[in-house]
């Protein structure tokens, strides 16, 4: 990595403590990543952004600041970045997935929190993220009660703005949700100081829409047996999404997405064509969280899909394009954000049927899902994942886990005696 630390150091972090996470990262890049046989040509843009995580982009961000533009950190897929770009603002996602942070936010939460809260958290109060520090406001949520709370810690140390997203999904909660991102326009125009236009709106919305449409891409390749690119790379690709410039994502992406589709033309692949084929739902997995993918890939099955905020949630859905007018547009927003299904909402059977969707989409032999520890929301509706998928005869096992390696064994017997359940 080139040297950020004057950077680092102006933003007023730990630099000793950085330097430990600083020095882990490359060895756990290339046992997870690096090591992997012929990866496409196209991760190589993706390789480098994680070899620069916390210099290239952090450097971009505090270019734009300079010239007087504002970041904001978000948490949560609900938040409209769209509306952040249409005033000139950047929207960086922020959700910690390292097992570095945890301690730091145990100190001021409760133990029974989960892992990505309190690496979120603790990367903020300990000094050792930098796009922790640059973020000139977080944009938090009502999504569950842990997050309700931090934001409130957090507000301590930076301007917070919480979204209300409503807890159902009537059409009396989708106007309510409209109102939330019209006092969310009001909030971003007070504090870049520019003002939110149609014209500017229409270009973000457009703008966000090409990212989810490279996605859309990636995950449509994945589709192929054999598969052409690994479920830990576009884990990867998606991870990046959360944080990169929209605009260059969504070309790197389509730029891999070339090279995939002539893979499979080519019936080239990673795995054999007749690898066990999985689809992982659940919680997040933010970055650099590979643990679940890795015990999966090299137990021999290829992750094919993910229905999680880190893979479909974020980009299935797409903002209509043709409103004009400031109503019409908000209109398009709450309309395609109450689409996505997360277990926050009561009743969630959207997420049901896109598990059974998505399964039959991409020829699954069985599904992994997955909740971080703490998390009862994924963990309490497992039991009506399940219920569902066995009623189809969907192969499923349910796994709850934090960031740390403490559980890795365990987790890997675990998976290998379902790959080899699901090979009989
Ligand atoms: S839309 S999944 S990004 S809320 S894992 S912090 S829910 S206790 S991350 Fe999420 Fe938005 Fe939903 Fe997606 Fe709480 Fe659960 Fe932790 Fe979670």
Redesign the pocket.
């Known amino acids: 990595m080139a040297d950020y630390r004057q950077m680092w150091s102006d933003l007023g972090m730990d630099l000793d403590k950085h330097d430990l996470l600083c020095e882990a990262l490359p060895d756990a890049f290339q046992g997870v990543y690096l090591s992997q046989e012929n990866r496409p040509q196209g991760m190589d843009f993706f390789n480098f952004v994680v070899s620069e995580i916390h210099g290239v982009r952090p450097a971009e961000l505090i270019e734009h600041q300079k010239a007087g533009g504002k970041v904001f950190g978000t ?4 938040v409209p970045d769209e509306v952040i770009f249409a005033a000139g603002g950047i929207a960086t996602g922020l ?1 910690g997935g390292s097992q570095f942070w945890v301690s730091g936010g145990e100190k001021v939460l409760p133990a029974n ?2 892992p ?2 309190k690496a979120s958290v603790g990367a903020r109060l300990d000094k050792t993220c930098p796009f922790f520090r640059i973020a000139d406001m977080y944009v938090g ?1 009502t ?2 009660d ?2 309700k709370k931090a934001w409130e810690i957090l507000s301590a140390e930076v301007p917070v703005h919480v979204i209300d997203v409503p807890q159902m999904k009537r059409e009396k909660d989708i106007e309510a949700f409209q109102g939330e991102i019209l006092d969310f326009i009001k909030i971003v125009e007070d504090f870049t100081g520019n003002k939110i236009t149609p014209e500017a709106l229409a270009k973000s919305i457009k703008l966000i829409n090409n990212k989810r449409k490279a996605l859309q891409r990636l995950y449509a390749a994945r589709k192929a047996a054999p598969v052409p690119i690994s479920g830990k790379d576009a884990l990867l690709v998606t991870q990046i999404a959360f944080y990169d410039d929209p605009a260059r994502c969504a070309e790197m992406t389509n730029i891999l997405c070339n090279e995939l589709e002539q893979r499979i033309q080519a019936k080239e692949g990673v795995f054999p064509a007749d690898a066990l084929r999985i689809l992982v739902t659940g ?2 997995l933010a970055i650099p969280n590979w643990k679940l993918h890795h015990i999966v890939e090299t137990a021999g099955a290829a992750v094919v899909v993910e229905e ?2 880190t893979g479909t ?1 974020y980009f299935e859905q797409l903002v209509d394009e043709s409103g004009s007018t400031i109503e019409e547009q908000v209109g398009a927003l709450a309309e395609r954000y109450m689409k ?1 299904n ?3 909402f009561t009743p969630n059977p959207g997420r049901i049927d896109d598990i059974i969707r998505l399964a039959d989409e991409y020829k699954v032999d069985g599904v992994i899902d997955v ?2 520890q ?5 963990s309490t509706e497992s039991y009506l994942v399940k219920q569902a998928l066995a009623s189809r005869d969907i192969p499923i096992m349910h796994i709850e886990t934090d960031y740390s390696e403490q559980d890795y064994e365990q987790l890997r017997t675990r998976v290998e005696a379902f790959l080899e359940m699901l090979r009989k």
């Open positions: 948490f949560c897929v609900y959700c929190t989960c990505l809260i949520e999504t569950c842990g997050k919680t997040p999680s905020c949630r996505t997360c277990a926050c909740s971080l703490f998390c009862n929301l994924y």
